[in-house]
């Protein structure tokens, strides 16, 4: 509980309002990119489709996202009960973990253009790059804030007692990962199967 | 920018201080300043907007004039209605929201001031970005609602315009929404339950609610949209396999919750200015709360009702057709209410009570013509005509507007310390409602008669009485300009007199006339502690044996301005800040690097944007961190 919670309505920190506000505006987002994709699974014009897809291959980086949402609780964790120093390194390693998957989608999406599935090939392939970039866009934008929450508290500019902020990019990061495994089942396993 | 302001330490992370003069206008983090900005703002886009009716009007005037070009007149309705929409109505309604909130919870500002003053920043550059496009080769030319393909397949950037001002201003409206919600919810004074809100605020949330669900949608139909025009995708693209009704479902499914966004907010003023001047409380408080929250639900079900003519099917027609239907019982419970309030209250007709009962009526007249369009065969001879064309327009001008007019006369001394002149504020509203009914009342017939919609000539064909009904509707639009000249005028001698207004002209009923008039920066001395709904009027009233009201002579609407002023103890507000400034700053140069495809403009925006994400956080925080 930060500070400034008693004094509110609900008992809870603005900012955690806030955030939840703002993710239940993002799941519509999402929602709607996969309904926009699940139209056009099939309009794959002349070139490739869902074949392309390596699942072995997604299924490792997916594997190492959904881990780094447990890193990110411990870096929470730490934060809470004041260790800085063990917080910072949950931090980097959630970022990290973050990193190698943007690295394998960069990789895959990179392979995918080289086989004639680019941006603009047919429906399918804008829908499916629009969807996964845009989750790739808010894992980067993720790694920016845990770069700069352990930047800043290195700093001292972010002290032990401001958990909530850790907590607050903790609740986006899960959120992404949460959207993830639902772009990973409706995109990759489910016309696989 | 801003250099009255900065502290003469000269490091670009001091906050600036001012409070008063231009710099703090640009810095400024106090909802009610602005509130004001929107408010200005949004009046302004209103004039223009107003300009392009007038012109399209003056076109209309004979079936075959030559006063616009059809592509020029294509421009000008486009604009017109997107002007209207998301830079007249909904930021006027956000004007109230940031005044109006925090004062009847009773709070000293928003949750978020900084991320306010960005949301209203984000709101002007997405209005200039639009319009800048009259200058750089040619404003949006498809529709308010752009519909695919001719939005995507059509050359030129004019729709691309569209994709990405529409994108900063919704950014604009998400971060408002998700601000107001925290406020609303998270900041009630002690004693504010759910059920003692004012009626204002119950619409406000809900309306913020339908903001937070509805932009995202829309987000990614634009997002859609513009890689479509710059990148030659092909969603909406029937050449290439895509879809062009994908863009209407997305569209309405937005669009449709959006026109609540548009008049829920009128919807709650009203409901604010019936009691007090029909001197009793609202009649069925609970019931027009549950009216709109239950609008507010049930507007998410109903958005094919826009797209019966696209063919989806008989199944789908009669299920659309039943659920719009059914959204006409809240909105009818709530105009039986504010019919209820009225009855056999002491009314008195002073310029605001005349807007609101405009309101209700014109509404009523367009809610009527709306239940037409839910009969599907109804709707497939109205379809693009001008009756519906008279139809929004009921709903939209007889409703928002007429509800925002009727606020602007009752809060205008709380918001500038003035009363507006009754002479004056009644001939503006006369002038208003017999050119409004003028201007549009004739576009049903005409409608009806086979007028099309969003063409710039008509022909003889559809013969004289055609031509007569469009006379008398331009005649009527000019009526509606010499009224807002009068409301200008009103509103200049307002500012050059010196007369205060009292603190509680109106013998009002909710919190924000508990604070003195002008309103200090801080609001309240000591944020009141709620007993009633109606608060403020309990503190002045009790009853007697007989259940009439009688005056509380200690609390009385007078005395408590000396409850002020006493303490002099410091409250610390916010400091300004203008990050917020030069963070909404970097979204117009993104959208000229997206629409041009130059790295370097869009550089140039990420710079700022991360500048101002960064200075943001690093600056010292105030008391509170906020
Ligand atoms: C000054 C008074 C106004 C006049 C004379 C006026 C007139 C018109 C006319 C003649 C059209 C039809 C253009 C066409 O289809 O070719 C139109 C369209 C429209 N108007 Fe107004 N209008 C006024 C105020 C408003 C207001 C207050 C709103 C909304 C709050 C509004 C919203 C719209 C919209 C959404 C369209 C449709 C644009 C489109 O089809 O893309 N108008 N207006
Ligand atoms: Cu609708």
């Known amino acids: 509980m930060s500070t400034a919670a008693h004094e509110t309505s609900l008992g809870l920190d603005h900012r955690k309002v806030a955030i939840w506000a703002f993710l239940g505006s993002e799941f519509l987002f999402f929602g709607a990119f996969i309904s926009s994709f699940l139209l056009y699974q099939n309009d794959v014009n002349e070139g490739p489709g869902v074949e392309l897809f390596d699942i072995p291959f997604t299924s490792v980086s997916s594997f190492v996202l959904l881990m780094s949402s447990v890193t990110m609780v411990l870096a929470h964790s730490a934060h809470v009960r004041g260790d800085m120093r063990r917080m910072r390194l949950w931090v980097l390693a959630t970022a990290f973990q973050g990193m190698v998957f943007i690295g394998g989608q960069v990789f895959e999406f990179t392979t995918f253009v080289k086989e004639g599935m680019a941006f603009t090939t047919s429906p399918f392939s804008s829908a499916f790059f629009a969807l996964t970039g845009f989750h790739g866009a808010h894992v980067t934008v993720g790694i920016l804030m845990l770069l700069s929450l352990a930047g800043l508290t290195k700093l001292d500019r972010v002290k032990p007692d401001q958990h909530i902020k850790t907590e607050m990019i903790g609740l986006y990061w899960h959120f992404v990962d949460i959207i993830w495994i639902i772009i990973f089942t409706v995109v990759y396993l489910i016309p696989a199967g | ?626």
């Open chain 2, 1 to 626: 920018m801003a250099s009255s302001s900065v502290a003469p330490s000269g490091s670009v992370f001091r906050r600036p201080l001012a409070t008063k003069g231009w710099g703090s206008w640009l810095t400024t983090v106090d909802h009610k300043k602005i509130g004001k900005m929107y408010g200005f703002t949004a009046f302004a886009f209103f004039l223009i907007g107003g300009l392009e009716a007038v012109f399209i009007r003056l076109q209309l005037a004979e079936a075959d004039a030559s006063v616009l070009s059809a592509e020029v007149y294509n421009q000008f309705f486009t604009m017109h209605g997107i002007t209207m929409i998301f830079l007249v109505v909904m930021p006027m309604a956000a004007a109230f929201f940031n005044f109006l909130i925090p004062l009847q919870i009773g709070a000293r500002d928003v949750a978020f001031p900084r991320l306010n003053a960005f949301s209203y920043w984000a709101f002007l550059f997405g209005g200039l970005f639009l319009y800048s496009s009259f200058i750089f080769g040619g404003a949006p030319n498809g529709g308010w609602f752009g519909y695919a393909p001719l939005s995507t397949s059509t050359s030129g950037l004019n729709m691309a315009y569209y994709g990405v001002g529409l994108q900063i201003l919704g950014i604009s409206s998400l971060a408002a929404s998700v601000n107001f919600i925290t406020t609303i919810l998270n900041m009630r004074a002690p004693g504010l339950t759910m059920m003692r809100l004012p009626v204002f605020i119950w619409m406000s949330l809900v309306v913020n609610f339908l903001l937070l669900f509805a932009m995202p949608v829309i987000a990614v139909a634009l997002f859609q949209l513009t890689f479509d025009k710059v990148f030659f995708t092909s969603f909406f693209q029937a050449a290439t396999g895509g879809d062009p009704v994908l863009w209407q479902h997305l569209f309405w499914l937005f669009g449709h919750p959006e026109v609540y966004i548009l008049i829920l907010p009128a919807m709650g003023m009203v409901s604010e200015i019936l009691p007090v001047f029909s001197r009793k409380p609202l009649f069925g408080y609970a019931a027009v709360v549950f009216a709109g929250a239950a609008i507010g639900f049930m507007g998410w079900g109903v958005w094919a009702h826009h797209m019966f003519a696209v063919g989806l099917g008989p199944v789908a027609n009669s299920a659309f057709a039943l659920s719009t239907m059914f959204i006409a019982v809240p909105t009818g419970i709530k105009i039986f209410n504010w019919v209820f309030t009225m009855w056999g209250g002491k009314i008195r007709f002073t310029t605001p009570m005349l807007f609101a009962i405009g309101f209700v009526a014109m509404f009523t007249i367009g809610g009527l013509s709306g239940v037409m369009h839910a009969i599907v065969p109804h709707d497939a001879q109205q379809t693009d005509t001008y009756f519906v064309v008279a139809h929004f327009h009921y709903v939209l001008f007889g409703g928002a507007l007429f509800g925002i007019m009727g606020g602007m006369y009752f809060w205008w001394p709380k918001l500038f310390g003035k009363m507006l002149d009754e002479r004056l504020g009644k001939i503006h509203f006369w002038l208003w409602f017999v050119g409004f009914n003028l201007a549009f009342g004739p576009m049903h017939i005409a409608g009806l008669l086979g007028q099309p919609r969003r063409t710039y000539v008509y022909g003889e064909e559809l013969g004289s009485s055609v031509e007569r009904w469009n006379q008398v509707s331009t005649l009527g639009s000019l009526i509606i300009v010499v009224s807002v000249v009068v409301f200008i005028w009103n509103a200049w001698k307002t500012y050059r007199s010196d007369e205060i207004a009292p603190h509680d002209p109106w013998d009002a009923r909710t919190l924000e006339w508990l604070t003195p008039t002008p309103v200090p920066e801080h609001n309240f001395d000591v944020i009141p502690t709620v007993t009633h709904r109606d608060e403020f009027w309990h503190r002045k009233y009790a009853e007697d044996d007989a259940g009439r009201a009688v005056p509380v002579p200690a609390g009385a609407s007078e005395d408590h301005a000396a409850e002020h002023g006493e303490h002099e103890e410091h409250i610390h507000m916010p400091d300004p800040s203008y990050w917020p400034l030069v963070l909404s700053a970097g979204l117009p140069f993104i959208g000229y690097g997206v629409i041009y495809k130059s790295i370097i403009w869009a550089v140039i925006g990420l710079v700022l944007l991360l500048t101002g994400v960064y200075g943001w956080q690093l600056e010292p925080v105030a008391e509170g961190d906020e």
